[in-house]
């Protein structure tokens, strides 16, 4: 047991080194800065997306809707902010916000039914409360 431990903590470290190497020595390439990466509300929506996996739903049906919200709430700030028309932005992105509202509606209705922990909830909740506030900020523009 104790050698499977020390094993483990080398593994550890020597991943944490090749990490540290990787970042020093990777080509710099400039990153392509889309409309939607000046986006908070996109950081946001991919925190909702990473939530939603992490709850971890154990009704695959209900699990796959959140999923699929969850991301097409991404997809639709993207589809929103290469819009040039200020209405056409504000229909995409009311999309999104009612995307965000049903992802989270999937993970509570999960925690509920005993699907997923309280806590995955609160924390998919509080990231689509926030998602849905800077939504609408945006719609409102």
């Not at 999923?67 to 209405?87: D, G, H, W, Y």
């Not at 009612?98 to 509606?105: L, T, Y």
């Amino acid at each position: 047991m104790a050698s499977a431990v020390a094993i483990r903590a080398s593994t550890e470290a020597l991943s944490r080194r090749l990490r540290a190497v990787w970042q020093m020595t990777k080509p710099t390439m400039p990153t392509p800065r889309l409309p939607h990466h000046r986006l908070v509300a996109y950081e946001v929506a991919l925190e909702l997306v990473t939530a939603v996996r992490a709850a971890a739903i154990r009704d695959t049906n209900l699990r796959d809707q959140a999923m699929r919200a969850s991301k097409s709430a991404c997809l639709n700030i993207a589809e929103a902010a290469s819009r040039v028309s200020p209405a056409d932005r504000a229909r995409v992105f009311g999309i999104a916000r009612g995307e965000a509202g049903e992802a989270a509606a999937a993970v509570e209705i999960a925690a509920m039914a005993r699907d997923t922990t309280q806590h995955h909830a609160a924390r998919c909740l509080a990231s689509a409360d926030r998602l849905i506030a800077l939504l609408t900020g945006l719609i409102r523009r």
